[in-house]
């Protein structure tokens, strides 16, 4: 029997067989070869292979996604098909009597330096095409397996080093009962992923995860983050007890589901859900979220190699509206950089991505890429009530930027006689801690805020939010940050405008009445944490949150606050 503890990132219990993903080794080396045309044929084989394995990803995608994410498999189809491409390996292999694997790397570059020097953004994006497609045929001609991930049919719990955001939006269909990775914190994409789609999971492992063989039996606790694998059977038994009390536990919470977020003597807290895809909003309003706090819309355009249409935007912000029946919906712009690659945009890669050009950087240095977001979302506001919210503002400059790009949007519409609801509300990311200390000027602007206090910890306490090494570091209960978000509350408040906590501190067990004793009037989380949320604020007074949320104010220390917050769970 293994046993050992990381960080518990999404809670619920499970148990089935590890799937280890092992990380690949794609690097090349320029060997010589003695025979040419064997190694020609190795490539010939290589692409042909690839081409079958595309075929079945496309129609899986066509299948389980939709015809418009299965044509990205069309387009690679094509250039296998391209005989300057293949022949450009089999060119390489001939010409300089090289390996195949290599023979492809250098053709993949050609490529991709001929395509990035193209003076057009949608072929300078097919780059990262020749990249994935040149991937593929060097998989092949090593030897290694095609992504585990794909070809799931049987329950498990993934055991890998880390899982990027689009590995884990794969995940979504297939029997994965839970995921352990070696990197990642609290705050990791696929951390907040895991914990929308409702699956346990738990990161920052480290080696202890090469413990674990494949296909040995796990059992894990998402919120505590144990793992156990090869269990005895004192072990499963005592998990199985385990299990039949959290089912008792979720039946508990069930109650609150139809109930609106308010302490005890009512003080309206609202509750919503935080959402990366239209269809996540299905468990948001089925576990009684009363809107959507967060739409992380930048997920549509992440794991694809072409930009998502004005229509495309449209039909799926429409969709949210309509499932959450107009009960608000935040859609926030896109918001990529930091962790989140969009690789149509073929942005540089930076020193410091998180600190770089992202989000509404990016957004109003693009006004065609962010128009035709915000005419999409204008035209969808007819369907709810949809909500735009702008991220990364540190500046009044910045809002006021966005919102003349959005009044810009609205005279297209209104000059090409296309319908929207010109008067959508407009709100903006607290997550950069200028914008907080400054949200006295910032809450004159706009109408709603919302404190992205994954980011906002980040920046303000220097720590890197998906660097497991530091994370001791990253305190959701610094009196530094506590402060921060108690200056921005008042700041709205005084100014008659919606505050909410979209990070993941919002949906931390016992959170709740803490952030509402600070001041803030609602509360954006994962579908799976807000029935607790409910709870949570259900058994205490709004004087009783007030008063915690002071003694937490005047801490001296993180740690202060922490053994407070401790203390005041368990009384
Ligand atoms: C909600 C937030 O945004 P992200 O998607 O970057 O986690 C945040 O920073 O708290």
Redesign the pocket.
Known sequence: MVKFKAIGVSEGLAKAKALVIKEEDLSVVKETVADAEAECKRVLDAVEKAKQQIEVLRDDAEKNIGAAEAEIFDAHLMMLDDPDFVEGMTNIVTDEKVCAEYACFVNCENFQAMFRALDDEYMQARAADIGDISQRVIKNLKGIADNAIDTITEPCIIVANDLTPSDTAKIGGKPVAGFITKIGGR?S?SA?MARSMGIPAIVGAGEKADEIADGDLLLIDGAAGEVVAQPDEQTLADFAERQKADAAHRAMLAQYKDKEGATSDGRRVIIEG?IGTPDDAVRVAELGGEGVG?F?SEFLFMDRTDLPSEEEQFAAYKKACEIMQGKPVIIRTL?IG?DKEVPALALEKEQNPFLGYRAIRICLNQPELFLIQLRALLRAAQYGDLRIMF?MISSVDEVRGAKQVLEQAKDMLTAEGVPFNPNVKVGI?V?IPVAAVCADVLAKEVDFFSI?????IQYSCAVDRINEKISYLYRPLHPGVLRLIAMTAKAANENGIEVGV???MAGTAGMAPVLCGLGVTNLSMSASAMLAAKADLAKHSCGECKELADKLLACASASDAERIFTDWRES
């Open positions: 705050t994409h907040i935080n967060l992380r918001d930091g991220p990311m997550e992205g206090t994954n980011d906002l979209c990070g993941e």
